[in-house]
């Protein structure tokens, strides 16, 4: 059974641009969460989508958007990037909406110049 | 929101000795506690989870403990390994979002 599937690994853009990362979860997952990792801040919820929808939001500013297609893969867009956006972002899909026994993904690096 | 407090930091045991790491949450209202083990490179892998109706709970080598009425909880390694070396994350279900703590990075010695 194929594992979740986070597309590109890294990924390097300037200040001011914007970003897209892709998710495809494990086949048979609904839900797909997105989660923001820093040493600093640690691992910080994103957002929760299940069945194309969102479901359940964090602390983030409306620059970090997202969507889940019919296949319950999903994409992750950050616009205006700034720099403090530079972490890794993972995506982890679980069978049931809610953050409980989730999959997670290796993630993207993305870094912000 | 949940906040989640995760001690120690770092922990360093020797081949064969156990392991302890301790976290506590803010929100009695909270209910699902998962542990994750994080590898170079790699995401967060879910290795025990225990929901709040539930004091304790063992998987081989790895036992948590819950503790509602202090709101705290602790993953439990015994006889460590070298591939037990990794960074562990506990977490708290409040609302459906979980909160994560900031990690403990566990290095065997051999």
């Known amino acids: 059974k194929a594992g979740v599937t986070q597309t590109p690994r890294y990924l390097i853009k300037t200040r001011g641009q914007q970003v897209t990362l892709s998710c495809s979860p494990i086949?048979?997952?609904?839900?797909v969460s997105w989660y923001q990792q820093t040493p600093g801040q640690g691992l910080q919820f994103l957002f929760e989508?299940?069945?194309?929808?969102?479901?359940n939001k964090g602390n983030f500013p409306g620059r970090f958007s997202g969507r889940q297609f019919s296949n319950s893969r999903s994409e992750m867009n950050v616009s205006t990037l700034e720099l403090g956006d530079s972490a890794l972002y993972l995506c982890?899909?679980?069978?049931?909406?809610?953050?409980?026994?989730?999959?997670f993904g290796s993630g993207t690096q993305l870094s912000v110049l | 929101g949940e906040n989640v407090e995760q001690h120690p930091s770092t922990l360093s045991v020797q081949e064969g000795d156990s392991a302890v790491i301790k976290c506590t949450y803010s929100?009695?209202?909270?209910?699902?506690f998962p542990w994750y083990k994080q590898e170079l490179g790699k995401g967060p892998q879910l290795i025990i989870d225990?929901?709040?109706?539930?004091g304790e709970k063992k998987d081989q080598r790895i036992a948590v403990t819950l503790n509602k009425t202090a709101k705290h909880f602790s993953l439990h390694i015994t006889e460590t390994q070298p591939e037990d070396s990794a960074v562990y994350f506990c977490a708290a279900q409040l609302d459906y979002k979980l909160s994560f703590g900031a990690g403990t990075t566990v290095t065997v010695r051999a």
């Open positions: 929100d009695s209202a909270s209910n699902y």
């Open positions: 982890a899909s679980s069978f049931s909406q809610g953050g409980e026994k989730l999959f």
């Open positions: 225990i929901r709040s109706n539930v």
């Open positions: 086949s048979g997952h609904r839900s």
């Open positions: 989508y299940f069945s194309e929808t969102q479901r």
